[in-house]
T-cell receptor
Framework: EAGVAQSPRYKIIEKRQSVAFWCNPI?????LYWYQQILGQGPKLLIQ????????DSQLPKDRFSAERLKGVDSTLKIQPAKLEDSAVYLC?????????????FGNGTRLTVT | AQKVTQAQTEISVVEKEDVTLDCVYE???????LFWYKQPPSGELVFLIR??????QNEISGRYSWNFQKSTSSFNFTITASQVVDSAVYFC????????????FGTGTQLKVEL
């Protein structure tokens, strides 16, 4: 079974620039998550999709972050404009629908550095 | 509110030593799930175990064992005869039943196993 794919692996941008991350979940996983992991901290959920609908985006800074999951498969997370405090690893995860109580499977993440 | 505390920021052991990683959680829910994930240097979070709040039986999987004590709100993880490949950051996480599969992570414990 292929895992969760993310790209790019690393990205360095200047503050106020924009950036986008891409995620392809495990085939058959209807639920997709984006987590932000700041150095030395545990991952924090930014947004959760069930198919192409948003289930939870309560911790997404909507003034600068946006995410979409067209067709209920791949997803893109965008930051515009970036701030220094956005430097973190952005992890994508997927699972079967939460009603199935399945564990989350994570990708390798995208390490973002904002200078 | 839910909270997961991993008081040990970093642990260093010599190979073949046993090591226990502590996890204490807070929740008002009567039904919940607890998880352990491993994050090696590659960055991917690897699922290790899931335990529901009704099952307090300890579990052993090879060199790994987990001790769940509801009375003390703890879910500790022990590695027996540690190996260099066990070096990673380990995260404990909590999920509410019906909470949309949202995980609340602790801050992680960095385990270093040296020869």
């Amino acid at each position: 079974e292929a895992g969760v794919a993310q790209s790019p692996r690393y990205k360095i941008i200047e503050k106020r620039q924009s950036v986008a991350f891409w995620c392809n979940p495990i085939s058959g996983h209807a639920t997709l998550y984006w987590y932000q992991q700041i150095l030395g901290q545990g991952p924090k959920l930014l947004i959760q999709f069930q198919n192409n609908g948003v289930v939870d985006d309560s911790q997404l800074p909507k003034d600068r972050f946006s995410a979409e999951r067209l067709k209920g498969v791949d997803s893109t997370l965008k930051i515009q404009p970036a701030k220094l405090e956005d430097s973190a690893v952005y992890l994508c995860a997927s699972s079967y629908p939460w009603g199935y109580n399945s564990p989350l499977h994570f990708g390798n993440g995208t390490r973002l550095t904002v200078t | 509110a839910q909270k997961v505390t991993q008081a040990q920021t970093e642990i260093s052991v010599v190979e073949k030593e046993d090591v226990t990683l502590d996890c204490v959680y807070e929740t008002r829910d009567t039904t919940y799930y607890l998880f352990w994930y491993k994050q090696p240097p590659s960055g991917e979070l690897v699922f290790l175990i899931r335990r529901n709040s009704f099952d307090e039986q300890n579990e052993i999987s090879g060199r790994y064992s987990w001790n769940f004590q509801k009375s003390t709100s703890s879910f500790n993880f022990t590695i027996t005869a540690s190996q260099v490949v066990d070096s990673a950051v380990y995260f404990c996480a909590l999920r509410r039943t019906g909470g949309g599969n949202k995980l609340t992570f602790g801050t992680g414990t960095q385990l270093k196993v040296e020869l």
